[in-house]
C-alpha cells in the first residue's frame, strides 16, 4: 500500500499524525510525504537556532530528520513560501490556486501509485487557513482520480476525550481513534527533529500546567482519522483502515 502524506509546514506531520504514520511503515506500508512550505514563516526557537532569513533551509532539514524517524519512504517539497504570521497572530495560507495546488497534488499521486491519501481537516484543526487549503487542494486531486478507488483521509477528527480539543476538527467525526503507545517513542523522535518548533509545542501545554513541560510530555498517544471519501457507510473496510485496526481503541460506526 503506497500512502500519500500531505501536509502544510514542515512538523504538521508529526504532532498530527506521526504515530498514525510510523505504524502505517512499521506495517509495510510505503508512506511518501509531500510539505507545501519549508514553514519560513514560523519560529526560530528560543533561544533562536537561526536567523528568519535561514528558517526555510533548517526547517527543511529538521523534516527530512522527522520523516527519517517515522519510517518514510520519500520526501517533496513544494515551492510555496510560508507567510510570517501577521499582528495579533493572523495566519495566512500559502496561495489561492487550488486547481494549480491539485494538480501538484494529482502528480505525486500518479508519481507513486498511491492508494490513500493522508492530509489535514476540513477545519485547518484550529481555522489554519494553510490547513484549510491543504484540505481542499487534496480533496480536488483526490476526486480527479474518477476511476481509482483513492482512499482520502483527515488527521485529528473529533471525539470525545481527544487530548487536544483546540487541534481537533469538528466537522470531522472519527472513524478510527488510534493507541499509538507501540510507536510513540518513533514519533516522540521525530518531534525533537523539529528543533526549531519546540518552544512552541510546550507553550500551551506549561501555561497550562503551570510550569515547563518537555515536549515528551505533550506528544498526544491518541491519533484519530476521519475518512472523507469515500463515504463512510457500514463498517470500515479498506486496506489503510485494516492495517491500523490493531491499535483502534474506537471505531465509528462500530465493527459488528
Given at each position: 500500500?503506497?500512502?500519500l ?16 504514520l ?8 510505503q ?12 519560529e ?19 523534516l ?42 494529482a ?6 501509485g498511491?492508494?490513500a491519501?493522508?492530509?489535514?481537516g476540513?477545519n ?10 491543504r ?13 481509482q ?20 476538527n ?19 523522535q ?48 479498506d ?18
Open positions: 500500500m503506497n500512502v502524506a500531505f501536509f502544510a509546514h514542515p512538523d504538521d506531520e508529526t504532532m498530527l499524525a506521526g504515530g498514525t510510523a505504524l502505517l511503515a512499521q506495517n509495510g506500508a508512506v511518501h510525504y509531500l510539505c507545501a512550505t519549508r514553514g519560513e514563516g514560523g526560530t526557537g528560543e533561544p533562536s537556532v537561526c536567523s528568519l532569513e535561514e528558517l526555510g533551509k533548517y526547517r527543511e532539514q529538521e527530512v530528520c522527522a520523516v527519517q524517524k517515522l519510517g518514510g519512504r520519500s520526501l517533496t517539497l513544494l515551492d510555496y513560501i510560508d507567510p510570517r504570521v501577521g499582528p495579533e497572530n493572523q495566519l495566512f495560507s500559502y496561495t489561492e490556486n487550488l486547481t494549480y495546488l491539485a494538480g501538484e497534488i502528480a505525486t499521486i500518479k508519481q507513486f498511491i492508494h491519501v493522508i492530509t489535514h476540513s485547518g484543526e484550529y481555522g489554519h487557513p494553510a490547513h484549510v487549503t484540505y481542499q487542494a487534496a480533496r480536488l486531486a483526490v476526486e480527479s482520480f474518477i476511476d478507488a483513492l482512499q482520502f483521509y483527515t488527521v485529528s477528527a473529533q471525539f470525545e476525550g481527544h487530548p487536544k480539543p483546540h487541534l481537533a469538528p466537522d470531522n467525526p472519527a472513524h478510527l481513534v488510534l493507541d499509538i503507545g507501540d510507536v510513540l517513542a518513533r514519533k516522540t521525530a518531534a525533537l527533529c523539529h528543533r526549531s518548533q519546540q518552544a512552541l509545542f510546550v507553550r500551551r501545554a506549561s501555561k497550562e500546567a503551570g510550569r515547563q513541560m518537555s515536549v515528551a510530555e505533550v506528544i498526544m498517544r491518541l491519533e484519530s482519522l476521519h475518512r472523507a471519501s469515500p463515504v463512510v457507510n457500514g463498517r470500515l473496510d486496506p489503510l483502515v485494516n492495517a491500523l485496526r490493531p491499535w483502534a481503541v474506537q471505531e465509528m460506526p462500530l465493527a459488528q
